[in-house]
Structures are given as C-alpha cells and as structure tokens.
C-alpha cells in the first residue's frame, strides 16, 4: 500500500465498540482512496479452477493482496482489545462481518416514524 496521507484519520477514531456506525465511514474514505473498499464486502475466492485465464489470475492475486493489506489496517484502527478479537479472521469481509452484527445500532431516523405516529396518538388522546 502506498502511503495514504488520509490513514491518519483512523488514529484519533480509533473503534472501541461505541462508535461502530461512525467508524466505517472513516475507514471507506482511506479504502476508497487506495481503490480497495471492495474486499469489505466480498472475500475472495479460495482458490481458482486450473484452466483460469491470465486475466483471472492476477485478478484473484490482486484481490487477495488487498483483502491482506485491508486485514492489516482494520486491526490498527481499533483499540487493543478488539483488536484482540478479531486477528485471527482470515478475510477482512470476516472482519467487517462481525462488526457489523455485534455494533450496529439503528439510527435514529429509522425511529421517526414510529415516534411521530406515537406523538400524533398522544395528541389526539389530549385533544
């Protein structure tokens, strides 16, 4: 990975469980920058069948050098102890993966609704 100028955005934001739904945010914009946020999402294939083009193969060892290069940065945008957690996960969409289940929390907009039809309810109730 070349030196991305933008890495330095990960070292004040570090994850430590409470701000999953900001964190991503920061680490798409270093990925998107090195043109590697795909790996977040998909994980490579294992292995390619023996009568792949030349075009496949260094597709398949791009990929797998930016998903190794991406599992390295993911760990050291987190505190010690979720970094812990999750090295030994082979693919950083592994990674990512577990994140999301374990930290995702709703935001608030998706609430909107059901808090104006409540208000709505408890005017009309006062009314």
Request: aromatic share 8%.
């Amino acid at each position: 990975m070349s030196k991305n100028p933008l890495i330095v955005i990960l070292e004040p934001n570090k994850l430590n469980g409470n701000n999953y739904n900001h964190w991503p945010r920061n680490l798409k914009i270093i990925l998107d920058f090195e043109i590697q946020t795909y790996v977040l999402d998909l994980s490579p294939l294992a292995s390619l069948p023996d009568d792949s083009s030349v075009k496949e193969r260094v597709t398949f060892k791009k990929w797998h050098d930016n998903d190794r290069k991406v599992r390295s940065i993911i760990p050291t945008s987190m505190t010690n102890e979720l970094h812990k957690q999750y090295d030994r996960l082979d693919h950083a969409s592994s990674i990512m993966m577990r994140l999301r289940d374990l930290y995702t929390v709703p935001d608030r907009i998706y609430d909107m609704p059901r808090l104006k039809h409540s208000l709505v309810l408890r005017w009309l109730k006062n009314c």
